[in-house]
């Protein structure tokens, strides 16, 4: 089939170009080589999104990380998205390096950030007594924000996908190359597409892409980033985000508390060559509990860490974000190196892709677009008699299926029937959180494999935690009955 856009990647940058694109009357569509959107890059990352005073002035990335902060508030609310300006503080522990708070703040007032101030050790431990007591200042930034990196991916690719976008899961880009009739020629491991234009929002891979078509060429580094994330009890521990001095490795190690309760530290800056390679490594994790320790007192990282991942960031190595047509390649449209601030700059990622092809293109607009989405209802928010009229109409939200978050059998139940409903138990967890308290899904697991195996026919030897050769269970010990 032949498309007018096919967009290489469904994270964040991915799924947000999907669903500007949605907008106007073209047909698009993501492939996507994963089992589902947010299995990338999105999907292990530090939440947060940024005030904008990081990224150099006048680049792109501060100009995207700044108009995406903006658009947050709104996008939270039509798309139902988990999203709390809490506020964000740089820590300074050392005298000396005071004058890079002032740096900071003017190089956020150049970027238009607003609100920005200077505190001094007393107002800062006023607001934070868990900081470290070598705090010398810290440079304030009220529209930091943290969010669900899940939710914010998943919405988006949903309310796209709502809205006539097309979405192929495991089909991974092979090979693509503009032919002589003026279309990409995408060849797959799930067959072949045809489009006029191309989006390159593969993550760390977009490198590859972007090389096939070019003459100029691109490097990508996957930047390991390690993280730990701790019990609900800590989740108050501090309750702005916590950043040291940035250095040039990146923001290095931050504490926050998480939208769900929860308090996150991370991220390290490893950089590897392998585009595949996120399992953590004690040397990663020893390091940011040591460099978090200097900014943070009396974190109980030996006591109350339910879970530790690592994420790989697409660090280009000029340390910018690449979001243009190609002049060597008409109608291929770069969305590479979107490392941090890219969960935060992904709305105004998407704004800015769909507007390059509209400028070409000039498509018409839908009269029936629809920019709203409702997520899946979660009982725990409700007062008592809300729920109980809730259970009254669907006994499914009074089974409770996870114990460690309250998760009911309903939940799982939308999770799984929604537009780009989940196929995986990870598919389940990240629209949901079945799975992601203390036990770390050891008890619910096979509760919901078994909701799988119910709702979509999918056979219990084929339930996978995140797609691919990830199967739970391998073979029958016995036979069932029924079973021929």
């Known amino acids: 089939m032949t498309y007018d856009v096919i967009i290489i990647g469904a994270g964040v940058s991915g799924a947000a170009s999907a669903r500007e694109l949605s907008k106007y009357k073209l047909n698009v569509c993501v492939l996507e080589k994963a089992e589902d959107v947010c299995a990338g890059t999105s999907k292990a990352n530090s939440a947060i999104i940024h005030a904008g005073f990081d990224a150099p002035e006048g680049s792109l990335m501060a100009k995207l ?13 039509d798309l139902d998205i988990p999203f709390k300006r809490n506020g964000s503080l740089v820590v300074c522990i050392h005298k000396e390096e005071l ?3 002032k740096d900071l703040y003017n190089r956020g007032v150049a970027n238009g950030v607003k609100g920005l101030k200077i505190l001094s050790r007393e107002e800062v431990l006023e607001l934070e007594p868990n900081l470290s007591d070598n705090v010398e200042g810290a440079l304030y930034a009220p529209t930091g924000g943290i969010v669900c990196p899940f939710i914010l991916n998943i919405a988006m690719a949903e309310n796209a996908n709502v809205n006539g976008v097309d979405f192929r899961f495991n089909t991974e880009v092979e090979t693509l190359k503009r032919k002589d009739d003026g279309l990409w020629h995408i060849r797959t491991n799930n067959g072949e597409y045809t489009a006029r ?5 593969a993550g760390v891979h977009a490198d590859i892409f972007h090389n096939m078509v070019s003459a100029e060429k691109i490097h990508i580094t996957p930047r390991r980033g390690d993280y730990c994330l701790l019990d609900k009890e800590m989740g108050s521990h501090v309750t702005h985000t916590i950043f040291p001095q940035p250095t040039k490795l990146g923001k290095g190690v931050l504490v ?4 769900h309760g929860n308090l996150i530290v991370g991220p390290t800056a490893i950089d590897i060559t392998d585009k595949e390679a996120t399992a953590t490594t004690q040397e990663g994790i020893d390091d940011l509990i040591s460099k978090a320790s200097l900014h943070v007192k009396d974190l ?4 109350k860490v339910i879970t530790s991942f690592a994420g790989l960031r697409a660090h280009e190595d000029h340390h910018e974000f690449i979001i243009k047509e190609l002049p060597d390649a008409p109608h291929f449209i770069d969305c590479a190196g979107i490392e941090s601030p890219g969960l935060t700059s992904s709305p105004a990622i998407g704004e800015m892709v769909a507007g390059i092809i509209a400028d070409i293109e000039k498509p018409e607009k839908k ?5 709203k989405r409702k997520g899946i209802v979660d009982p725990k928010v409700m007062t008592l008699e809300e729920r109980n009229e809730l259970i009254k109409k669907d006994p499914a ?6 114990r460690c978050e309250s998760i009911s059998e309903g939940e799982i ?14 598919g389940v967890k990240r629209r949901t959180r079945a799975g992601m308290g203390r036990c770390q899904a050891g008890f619910c697991s096979p509760r919901v494999m078994e909701i799988i195996n119910r709702e979509l026919g999918i056979p219990m030897e084929k339930i996978t935690k995140s797609g691919g050769s990830s199967n739970i269970v391998l073979e029958r010990t016995k036979a069932m009955k029924g079973d021929e």
Do not use: F, Q
């Open 300 to 303: 109980p990282v030996a006591r």
């Open 99 to 101: 004058d890079g708070l």
């Open 197 to 201: 234009y191309v989006v390159n929002a």
């Open 65 to 77: 990380n700044v108009r995406g902060n903006e658009m947050m508030d709104e996008l939270s609310k």
């Open 256 to 259: 926050s508390p998480t939208v």
């Open 367 to 371: 009269e029936n677009w629809n920019g």
């Open 397 to 402: 939200y009074g089974n409770i299926i996870c």
């Open 413 to 426: 139940l939308d999770a799984i029937h929604r537009p780009l409903g989940a196929r995986s138990l990870d």
